[in-house]
């Protein structure tokens, strides 16, 4: 296979903190021998774990990103043992265009794994990780939350794995992530994902859906730092006690946790975030658009549980997802 056109500006492997970037080389109109630098920040000391901390896989997500930053310009290294690579902007163009795929070539990180070295500027972003950065990696913590399109009741995922030894130590890490809410995933689209990439390779992998809506707020970023600082305590590479507080456990355990809208409207959700919902409930209504009289479009919830989920911008499409329903475990 072609080597991977990104190298970063500092050592992956030197006890220290270093500042730098991966640096992706982008031939464009604006620049004939341009790169692009997506910040990047290693702090190592001595031996030991090694954490990749990633942000912004999708660009319009913005609690792992802030609690990247902060934790890449407030560690000294004597607080490190072992290393954490840093990198808030995982999808830096989507970012830096505040969409969810990248702005050059419409890439979803998270669907373009593993890759390819010579593929559009998503693809080799996703090569580098698979074949470079993960490699490196005994845990990756992964920060989501919902984007522009969607909102979530803050948790941490883990997702339910054929090889059990990796799905216990996910599960134990989740726990150590300690959001308000705990969820055992189902993914319904897990190809070319980010999070099926790193568990493949045996390793433990923490995600986070924490809020959305295109913004973050004071209690979700404040969630991100401490699950951050829980998870990096659990694998011992910072010293300290970890916070935990009651967190609700829940399952997304097949296709009924989903609905999904099937046709264009006017969005009323029914329930808020977090409220228990009975098989049956009315979830939402989509009104028609452009005449009055007619009644709304009914979406009920096939199961019981909880809204975890909704849809967010006050327009829907169809095929959109209308809300989720978490699944109470014991
Ligand atoms: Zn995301």
Redesign the pocket.
């Known amino acids: 296979m072609k080597a991977n056109p990104i190298s970063p500006t500092i050592p992956l492997n030197k006890d220290g903190v270093h500042h730098g970037f991966l640096k992706l080389p982008y031939s464009r109109d604006d620049s004939a021998w341009g790169s692009i630098m997506i910040p990047l920040t290693v702090i190592q000391n001595g031996t030991g774990k090694t954490a990749l901390l990633t942000g912004a ?2 660009g319009d ?1 913005y609690e792992g990103p802030i609690a990247l930053h902060e934790l890449a310009s407030t560690l000294k290294a004597e607080d490190v043992a072992g290393r954490l690579i840093i990198v808030p902007a995982f999808n830096y163009p989507a970012f830096r265009a505040g969409s ?1 795929t990248s702005s050059i070539d419409k890439g979803n990180l ?1 669907r373009s794994f593993p890759g390819r070295p010579d593929g559009t500027v998503t693809e080799k972003i996703a090569d580098y990780f698979q074949r470079t950065l993960l490699p490196l990696a005994d845990v990756a913590v992964d ?5 522009k399109t969607l909102n979530f009741v803050p948790f941490a995922a883990a997702h339910i794995l054929d090889d059990k030894a990796t799905e216990e130590a996910c599960f134990a890490a989740m726990k150590a992530f300690n959001a308000p809410y705990s969820v055992q995933l189902m993914e319904i689209d897990s190809e070319g994902m980010y999070d099926t990439a790193v568990e493949e390779m045996g390793k433990v992998l923490v995600t986070t ?1 924490l809020g959305g809506g295109g913004s973050s707020t004071a209690s979700s970023n404040a969630i991100a730092k401490k699950g951050l600082r829980n998870v990096l305590t659990h694998f011992g590479i910072l010293k300290g006690e970890m916070q935990i507080e009651p967190t609700v456990n829940l399952s997304m355990p097949d296709k009924d946790c989903f609905i999904f809208s099937e046709g264009d409207g006017l969005y009323e959700v029914m329930v808020e975030l977090g409220d228990p919902i009975t098989k049956g409930d009315l979830v939402a209504r989509v009104w028609p658009m452009d005449s009055t009289g007619s009644p709304p479009v009914e979406y009920h919830a096939c199961r019981n549980g909880l809204l975890i989920c909704r849809h967010f911008p006050g327009l829907i499409q169809s095929g959109d997802c209308v809300a989720v329903i978490g699944v109470a475990e014991a």
């Not at 920060?143 to 984007?147: I, K, L, V």
């Open positions: 896989n999708h997500e969810r998270n920060f989501h939350s919902g984007g859906e």
